[in-house]
């Protein structure tokens, strides 16, 4: 079990040139080391085997997935777990493995997902620890036991990130029917949509944007005691994160692409979410089966970015950085997120330039 450490200065700048490698970049790469002459590739996909996560809930972070996860699991039969913080990781792993034994792959792909899950994050304000490897209790001796035993034309990355969600749901405390749909919120996971949509290409995304200087303005106040990142910082990476979002989101269909904002989430959270249930497919708990959102978000609760996720909606924060954020500061950061912020407001017809 490892402990989290709070990045140096060096280790945030390189966190910050890692965001902005394109993503192609890094997929070409790993396909290149992965090549082994006489190597036998394992196949992507398996026939007929559906996407799980069968969506993803994407955005720069900060922009309510915890919230929507709530209120999705709240009212309808659909899972998703915790943030799992190493996917993109865990992704790029069975990129570079895919011309190696099966038993090699699975080995890598289980060695890595421990390895990003099994670090203890305390929260500086109540001193709570939390471990997500704890929370999903899952046995990776199980999992890799279960996976080398597959007959051959079972067999697929797809697969192994299948089989990894489906324990999740297995261990957790839900319940689950049959029509139960697994889903992902996890906001690193807009660094790697092409990977994403690679390995599970009938998967559905929600694109969930908030005002850029709302989402620096609570990156700086929420998460700097435990990353160090500056405002500037969280300015970029809405950047980056929103830019990611609009290119997939011109790659697919608007039967598997939508996008939705945090203040219109916060305002009317029923009309948006019935909508968004629609648009996933999703049916709604049986009275004797709806959790309530303590439930939910026990685990979440631990992290001090989500400190008010165990509270009613509000749409009280939706403005709150416009008196946090003086002039001066303001005109740094709108020229940080203009460009993007156009680009949005071109292509969603949400616009965000006031008071930038």
Same mark, same amino acid.
């Given at each position: !079990?490892?402990?989290?450490? #709070?990045?140096?200065?060096? !280790?945030?700048?390189?966190?910050?040139?890692?965001?902005?490698?394109?993503?192609?970049? +890094?997929?070409?790469?790993?396909?290149?080391?992965?090549?082994?002459?006489?190597?036998?590739?394992?196949?992507? $996909?398996?026939?007929? +085997?559906? %996407?799980?996560?069968?969506?993803?809930?994407?955005?720069?972070?900060?922009?309510?997935?915890? +919230?929507?996860?709530?209120?999705? !699991? *709240?009212?309808?039969?659909?899972?998703?777990?915790?943030?799992?913080?190493?996917?993109?990781?865990?992704?790029?792993?069975?990129?570079? %493995?895919?011309? #190696?034994?099966?038993?090699?792959?699975?080995?890598?792909?289980?060695?890595?997902?421990?390895?990003?899950?099994?670090?203890?994050?305390?929260?500086?304000?109540?001193?709570?620890?939390?471990?997500?490897? =704890?929370?999903? *209790?899952?046995?990776?001796?199980?999992?890799?036991?279960?996976?080398?035993?597959?007959?051959?034309?079972?067999?697929s990355l797809q697969r192994i990130l299948t089989s990894l969600y489906g324990a999740m749901?297995?261990?957790? %405390?839900?319940?689950?029917?049959?029509?139960?749909?697994?889903? =992902?919120?996890?906001?690193?996971?807009?660094?790697?949509? !092409?990977?994403?949509?690679?390995?599970?290409?009938?998967?559905?995304?929600?694109?969930?944007?908030?005002?850029?200087?709302?989402?620096?303005?609570?990156?700086?106040?929420?998460? $700097?005691?435990?990353?160090?990142?500056?405002? *500037? =910082?969280?300015?970029?990476?809405?950047?980056?994160? @929103?830019?990611?979002?609009?290119?997939?989101?011109?790659?697919?269909?608007?039967?598997?692409?939508?996008?939705?904002?945090?203040?219109?989430?916060?305002?009317?959270?029923?009309?948006?979410?019935?909508?968004?249930?629609?648009?996933?497919?999703?049916?709604?708990?049986?009275?004797?089966?709806?959790?309530?959102?303590? *439930?939910?978000?026990?685990?979440?609760?631990?992290?001090?970015?989500?400190?008010?996720?165990?509270?009613? @909606?509000?749409?009280?924060?939706?403005?709150?950085?416009?008196?946090?954020?003086?002039?001066?500061?303001? %005109?740094?950061?709108?020229?940080?997120?203009?460009?993007?912020?156009?680009?949005?407001?071109?292509?969603?017809?949400? =616009?965000?330039?006031?008071?930038?």
């Amino acid at each position: !079990m490892e402990e989290y450490k #709070r990045p140096n200065g060096w !280790m945030r700048s390189a966190i910050r040139i890692r965001q902005n490698v394109p993503e192609q970049a +890094l997929f070409a790469a790993d396909t290149i080391t992965s090549f082994r002459w006489g190597g036998q590739k394992i196949p992507l $996909s398996s026939d007929g +085997l559906a %996407s799980a996560p069968a969506y993803f809930i994407v955005s720069s972070g900060r922009s309510g997935n915890t +919230l929507l996860r709530r209120l999705l !699991m *709240e009212r309808f039969d659909t899972f998703i777990p915790p943030e799992i913080p190493g996917l993109g990781r865990c992704l790029r792993v069975l990129t570079k %493995s895919r011309y #190696r034994p099966w038993h090699v792959c699975v080995d890598s792909l289980v060695g890595q997902f421990v390895k990003s899950a099994d670090i203890s994050v305390k929260n500086p304000e109540s001193g709570e620890i939390y471990n997500l490897l =704890d929370e999903l *209790e899952i046995d990776p001796v199980q999992m890799r036991a279960e996976l080398a035993a597959l007959p051959a034309d079972q067999r697929s990355l797809q697969r192994i990130l299948t089989s990894l969600y489906g324990a999740m749901l297995e261990k957790s %405390s839900y319940s689950n029917t049959k029509s139960t749909i697994i889903g =992902d919120k996890t906001p690193w996971n807009a660094f790697y949509l !092409m990977h994403i949509n690679r390995y599970l290409p009938d998967s559905k995304f929600i694109h969930l944007v908030r005002h850029p200087l709302a989402v620096a303005y609570s990156y700086n106040t929420g998460l $700097s005691a435990i990353t160090g990142g500056s405002i *500037e =910082d969280g300015a970029r990476r809405w950047v980056t994160a @929103v830019s990611r979002c609009l290119a997939l989101q011109n790659q697919k269909s608007s039967a598997s692409f939508s996008t939705v904002s945090y203040e219109s989430l916060t305002e009317e959270p029923e009309n948006q979410v019935q909508s968004l249930s629609t648009f996933l497919s999703l049916t709604r708990h049986a009275t004797k089966n709806r959790k309530t959102w303590t *439930e939910i978000t026990t685990s979440d609760s631990k992290l001090i970015q989500h400190k008010r996720i165990n509270q009613p @909606v509000d749409s009280s924060s939706v403005e709150k950085w416009k008196c946090a954020i003086d002039p001066q500061l303001r %005109s740094r950061l709108g020229a940080i997120v203009l460009p993007t912020v156009e680009q949005l407001a071109r292509e969603t017809n949400i =616009d965000y330039s006031d008071a930038l």
